[in-house]
């Protein structure tokens, strides 16, 4: 399958695009990890965005969007692959909609995982990250806890809450996605693409996706 995974931060975007990639081999690809993978390779793009990085400044989309076809490209993503929050605003899509023509590659479906405020809300307020740069695995206090002592069950790691999931902080971001992101769902609901999917049990978002890619074939 070839989807994109639209929601909120705290949606379940990571967390489906791990269980697809369980299932089936449909590849994750999440901007944020192939952006530091670029970086550690030292690539000319990784060279490019790091000196955006460093100076505090955002990717522009002219990188991303290279970084994003190399990625493409790549053996492994012929089997298939999720954009886990990827596109993020309109403009993004649009440049997407012309590198995957290029490429010559045809998305099944853009799934919508629309999930409440309030449990977004708690999910990420009780979400605890692995410090590790090489695991960053992601564990949750009250459904999917770390180890006892606070430590990564599966590299040994401190875990922690990251900066921008405090309360405070994940409101912001609600309210950014609220303002350039969500609009995507417009977007690609007149494209005829896309699928709102209300269900909170992973197994039973994977099954929504699934149906909705064989009635869109």
Do not use: W
């Amino acid at each position: 399958m070839r989807i994109i995974l639209l929601g909120a931060p705290g949606a379940g975007k990571g967390t489906m695009a791990k269980l697809l990639e369980k299932m089936d081999g449909t590849v994750q690809i999440s901007t944020g990890d192939i952006l530091r993978s670029e970086v550690k390779d030292r690539t000319l793009l990784g060279k490019e965005a790091k000196s955006y990085i460093d100076r505090g400044d955002l990717v522009p989309d002219s990188v991303i969007m290279g970084i994003m076809e190399r990625r493409l490209k790549k053996p492994d993503v012929q089997i298939g692959f999720s954009l886990d929050g990827f596109p993020r605003t309109i403009p993004q899509a649009e440049a997407l909609d012309a590198l995957l023509v290029k490429l010559n590659i045809r998305l099944d479906l853009v799934a919508n995982l629309d999930v409440p405020r309030n449990v977004i809300l708690d999910r990420l307020a009780t979400r605890r990250t692995c410090s590790n740069p090489s695991c960053q695995e992601i564990y949750n206090l009250k459904s999917n806890p770390p180890a006892t002592n606070g430590t990564c069950r599966k590299c040994g790691s401190p875990v922690s809450q990251r900066e921008d999931e405090t309360a405070e902080a994940i409101m912001k971001r609600l309210d950014v996605y609220d303002e350039k992101t969500a609009p995507l769902i417009g977007y690609y609901a007149k494209k005829g693409m896309l699928l709102t999917i209300q269900e909170m049990n992973t197994d039973d978002v994977a099954n929504a996706i699934k149906e909705g890619i064989a009635i869109k074939k």
